[in-house]
């Protein structure tokens, strides 16, 4: 049964988001299966929030966004024996790369920052994510100060359902989390732009970009014992 949930700035419990580099549509849905098999296993622990699970258009990776009340509560709930086997299976469809973030800010258009977006169901919508592996510690600050001031422009064109900026815990991460209406829309704002273009070459100084489009798939509120 898939629900909806809320990206909010000033959320202050663990946020963790996970890329799977799957290789293959095949390998895509092998994970999927893995994971809707075993997801029952974090959705009945304490602080479980939810969980979005988000498949890219090209069939090569796939992109976990969870949301836990606390960090003790992620560790708990991945430290036991079920959850171990079940993720060793899931490491067997695919590479990962994940740690822990924080929700730095949410910009939806036309509205101050501090605001939130809405992950549901909604089949024409598109989500980016382009999860940013950072050379040093420093950079994180200094690359999130210039996205931070490209931010206006890029929300208020046509189809934008705004973005948000997540800061990992270690410093070596960043995560960008933005809504299209529709593919049509992403593309010609961003794809097909020049000016994002030379912008993306640009932030690439400040370290290694892992970017592509989902599909959201999935999401998974807590399932609470009678």
Do not use: C
């Amino acid at each position: 049964m898939s629900e909806a949930t809320t990206i909010t700035t000033g959320f202050s419990g663990a946020t963790f988001i996970q890329l799977w580099r799957t290789h293959s549509a095949r390998m895509q849905q092998e994970w999927l299966a893995t994971m809707h098999a075993n997801i029952h296993l974090l959705q009945r622990r304490p602080g479980f929030r939810s969980m979005s699970l988000h498949t890219s258009l090209d069939g090569r990776n796939v992109l976990v966004y969870a949301q836990w009340e606390s960090d003790d509560d992620l560790h708990a709930a991945a430290d036991r024996p079920e959850v171990k086997a079940a993720r060793t299976e899931l490491d067997s469809h695919g590479e990962p790369d994940g740690t822990l973030f924080k929700v730095h800010s949410v910009y939806e258009p036309h509205r101050a920052p501090g605001g939130l977006l809405s992950i549901e169901l909604i089949p024409e919508r598109v989500t980016f994510v382009n999860l940013w592996i950072l050379a040093a510690e420093e950079q994180q600050q200094k690359l999130l100060s210039a996205m931070i001031g490209d931010t206006a422009a890029i929300i208020s064109k046509r189809g934008s359902r705004g973005m948000a900026y997540h800061t990992s815990f270690d410093g070596t991460r960043l995560v960008v989390y933005a809504q299209w209406d529709t593919l049509e829309a992403f593309d010609n704002a961003i794809t097909n732009s020049a000016v994002a273009l030379e912008n993306r070459n640009t932030l690439a100084r400040f370290g290694e970009p892992n970017a592509n489009t989902y599909r959201l798939e999935s999401v998974r509120l807590p399932i609470y014992r009678a």
